[in-house]
């Protein structure tokens, strides 16, 4: 792993961690609370990120004592804002608080002539005895408005003390394109990326270099980020190692500097340190799309269109059966914003497809099979609207099921096969192998995937069927591609006189384990 610059002596920054480094720099320098923005504390966003753990948001203006010239940043990630076509929000991590933190942007990589001025998010965990140092995080935050379609822009993030503007740290410029202008002026196609449950090690940086190659204009991230929370049940006695997400952050940059990354919420990523509902940590470390009924609370239900494609990021953790932490949490009202909004998106000009993502998967047949909850509240809202494609996380394999519509089967889609969302019903993708530990399917329930393809028979499985956590057995016919590997999901969308979706899933060495298209009106 690279050591930052951050003013501890190089041999000894070679041996400490992540969190090790911030904690020789409060000891050093002195401890500072958590610095939030005005807007934060007043509307209760942080709640818990107080320096004493017992839940109330306490705010301080005070830099670190640290010269800025020694404090560098890392982490950076991309995301857009409601519009793509105008907005980009640029978030980056630094190791202690820093004074008037900023964007520098411009058209060409040696004229960054645009300032614009960025805030400080920060976030402490409380210590535990025995278990884990208390920890002060500090994430930083622009948002860029007004920018110009289709065009590609340089950027830079420093504060005072460092300029990235100055020869020396030229070589950490990176660029972003923002989405074209809509609808396009003639025929063209445009590929994102999708995968959940990636953490860190080799194999997670691995779906990044594989995401790399694949150029895509965003990745959708379905959630179960870097297990932080290594439980997942959103409660305060699961293990949390906060200092995991300066590793994942840094892990990713490579990709998220560039390539917006649009994340959702899964189990893992409920956080009970933070807030009631544990998304405290999530609206520090991330700027996304607010989707109008409640960001505080469900930071991980937005929508945005790109070209052709309108996409809804949801929060399955609402309405999860399985693990039911912040089952029914917003009381209702994502689930009616879901409605509202997918109806406003198949009643928009220049909308070919609706693809939706979220963690909790609704078909699978892996060791956390399907989540009843999710089929209860939503499917019945897909099926209405036409969705196109569902993608989730979750179960840490790839599976794909047949072309569905009310539970059951309404056209078998092998692979290269073609499904029409308004004839035959809808697709889900279970896209969980972003690097995580793997898991296996049901005994008797064999892989068949592309090249490895098995006659086609039902698959014994359950369903989470009730609140309380009871399971039904079913026995399934609609699990159509099985793989037990690492992967990630390429998906190409072509718009024109014949608008589709182009479908694969490739195995971490590049290989092809599956593929198909979505056509309407095929």
Not at 102 to 116: A, H, N, S, T, W
Not at 150 to 171: E, K
Not at 309 to 323: H, K
Not at 469 to 491: A, C
Request: aromatic share 10%.
């Amino acid at each position: 792993m690279e050591t930052p610059d951050v003013g501890i002596p190089p041999r000894l920054a070679r041996r400490m961690s992540m969190p090790e480094q911030y904690e020789y720099l409060r000891t050093t320098f002195g401890r500072r609370r958590a610095l939030v923005t005005a807007g934060a504390v007043a509307g209760g966003l942080l709640t818990g990120c107080a320096g004493d753990g017992t839940g109330t948001t306490k705010a301080s203006p005070s830099a670190s004592a640290t010269p800025g010239s020694a404090l560098s940043p890392f982490g950076r990630h991309l995301a857009f804002g409601a519009d793509p076509r105008t907005q980009m929000r640029i978030s980056w991590q630094v190791p202690a608080a820093v004074r008037a933190p900023y964007v520098r942007i411009g058209l060409r990589p040696d004229d960054l002539g645009r300032k614009i001025a960025a805030e400080v998010r920060a976030l402490h965990t409380p210590g535990v005895s025995g278990v884990r140092l208390a920890l002060d995080q500090f994430y930083v935050h622009a948002a860029l408005d007004r920018l110009t379609p289709g065009t590609t822009y340089y950027y830079g993030v420093g504060h005072d003390g460092h300029d990235p503007a100055a020869p020396a740290h030229r070589s950490a410029i990176a660029h972003f394109r923002t989405a074209p202008a809509t609808p396009p002026s003639a025929p063209s196609s445009f590929t994102f990326t999708a995968f959940g449950d990636q953490g860190v090690g080799d194999t997670a940086a691995s779906s990044d270099h594989l995401m790399l190659k694949q150029k895509p204009a965003f990745h959708l991230h379905a959630g179960d980020l870097c297990y932080a929370d290594g439980t997942g049940h959103g409660k305060k006695t699961d293990g949390y190692d906060p200092g995991f997400w300066d590793l994942f952050l840094k892990q990713n940059e490579q990709v998220a500097r560039t390539v917006p990354w649009m994340v959702t919420t899964g189990n893992h990523d409920m956080e009970a340190w933070y807030s009631p509902e544990g998304y405290g940590g999530q609206l520090a470390r991330w700027s996304l799309p607010d989707s109008g009924f409640d960001a505080r609370s469900t930071p991980g239900a937005y929508t945005f269109t790109y070209g052709n494609v309108g996409v809804v990021a949801l929060d399955a953790n609402d309405v999860s059966y399985e693990i039911t932490a912040n089952l029914g949490h917003s009381g209702g009202r994502q689930t009616a914003w879901l409605e509202r909004t997918l109806k406003k998106l198949r009643a928009a000009d220049g909308i070919d497809f609706v693809v939706v993502f979220f963690h909790h998967c609704a078909y699978s047949t892996s060791a956390h099979a399907s989540d009843g909850g999710v089929r209860r509240e939503w499917l019945p809202l897909f099926d209405d609207h036409r969705v196109d494609l569902v993608i989730n996380g979750h179960n840490h394999v790839y599976e794909r099921t047949d072309a569905l519509r009310g539970g059951a089967v309404g056209r078998a889609v092998p692979i290269g096969g073609t499904a029409d969302p308004v004839r035959d019903g809808i697709v889900y993708v279970t896209a969980g192998g972003g690097g995580r530990d793997l898991y296996g399917f049901r005994p008797g329930s064999k892989e068949t995937y592309e090249g490895h393809e098995r006659a086609h028979k039902p698959v014994d499985s359950f369903v989470w069927a009730t609140k309380s956590g009871q399971v039904k057995n079913e026995t399934v016919d609609w699990s159509r591609v099985r793989y037990r590997g690492f992967s990630l999901l390429r998906v190409e969308a072509e718009s024109g006189a014949h608008p589709r979706l182009n479908v694969s899933a490739l195995a971490h060495d590049g290989t092809r384990v599956d593929h198909f298209e979505v056509k309407r009106g095929a």
